[in-house]
């Protein structure tokens, strides 16, 4: 059967949403099409074609005209700002009003201040600082570190996003993450060997740091940068992209080239021998520092 033009323009129109409001004229044929189903609801008075009814981007511009004030939240948010990869089970909205539970979707009332809201596609979400904070506590983190990665944040973005935010319930348990993301860990591998090396009093190290090798730009995981020596992490990203797998081989052959010292750790190691991996950098450390004073003894003698 084909569709009334004036369906289809309003469709094209509304990118694959109807809001029936808008288009007062066509309450008939909506009825018809959602009764044989080829329209379905997905919000009051939205409707879309029954084979996208699942599709996440057209479920946000769903909500997005239904409710123009409405600020995306969670999930959402940081698949739509940041973190493409994240799986979205159901779509969160911050509302001025309260709304009924509808199915897919979770409304929250909640005011978001306006420094925090971003948008995108004409889709109002939370910016990828508050983001990342909502979707982070000390056990889970996967949201800051992959935040702080693709430099979607800064340290100093997520603590001023914390001050916009003040008197929230769980904010006492935000700053403990922020306190435990001080050296910006890009992974959860990176951050517990953060946490280890701190337990042990481990000092004189950054994370993350840039070194250059034949005009390449390199990130060491955790750098000693005064006796050279590396520390890299192979976290989850090692055991599923061959493309990271690969990068970090070259990485590491730079590195050496370079006169560095790289210790490789991966995440069972660090998880289940937490000794192990803080004794073994202990003794990179003894190692360098003692080749260190080789070479200064070296060159006194040449003198």
């Not at 904070?133 to 889970?140: A, G, I, T, V, Y």
Request: glycine content about 6%; hydrophobic content about 40%.
């Amino acid at each position: 059967m084909r569709e009334p033009v004036d369906l289809v323009q309003a469709l094209t129109r509304g990118q694959g949403v109807i809001l029936l409001r808008e288009h007062p004229e066509l309450i008939d044929v909506v009825k018809r099409r959602v009764a044989c189903g080829q329209l379905v609801t997905v919000l009051p008075g939205v409707y879309v074609p029954a084979e996208h009814a699942d599709d996440l981007g057209v479920r946000l511009r769903a909500a997005a005209r239904w409710d123009p004030d409405a600020v995306l939240l969670g999930r959402a948010a940081a698949r739509l700002s940041f973190w493409p990869g994240v799986t979205v089970d159901r779509v969160e909205l911050a509302v001025r009003n309260q709304r009924r539970p509808q199915r897919g979707f979770a409304f929250s009332r909640r005011r978001i201040p306006p420094e925090l809201v971003s948008s995108r596609h004409g889709i109002r979400h939370t910016s990828p600082s508050l983001t990342a904070l909502d979707l982070s506590d000390l056990d889970h983190t996967d949201a800051i570190d992959t935040a702080l990665r693709t430099r979607a944040v800064t340290l100093d973005s997520l603590h001023e996003a914390l001050r916009l935010s003040p008197y929230r319930r769980g904010n006492g348990e935000r700053r403990r993450v922020l306190l435990d993301s001080r050296a910006e860990p890009w992974s959860r591998a990176e951050r517990l060997g953060h946490r280890l090396l701190r337990r042990d009093g481990i000092t004189g190290w950054k994370a993350n740091v840039p070194v250059y090798h034949l005009g390449f730009l390199y990130y060491i995981d955790i750098a000693f940068e005064a006796f050279k020596l590396a520390v890299e992490i192979d976290g989850r990203f090692h055991e599923n992209d061959p493309a990271v797998f690969e990068a970090d081989r070259w990485r590491q052959n730079a590195l050496a080239l370079s006169g560095w010292l790289v210790l490789r750790f991966t995440w069972p190691m660090l998880r289940d021998h937490p000794e192990h991996f803080v004794q073994t950098v202990r003794r990179g450390i003894a190692e360098r520092t003692k080749a260190s004073a080789r070479t200064a003894e070296r060159g006194l003698e040449r003198r």
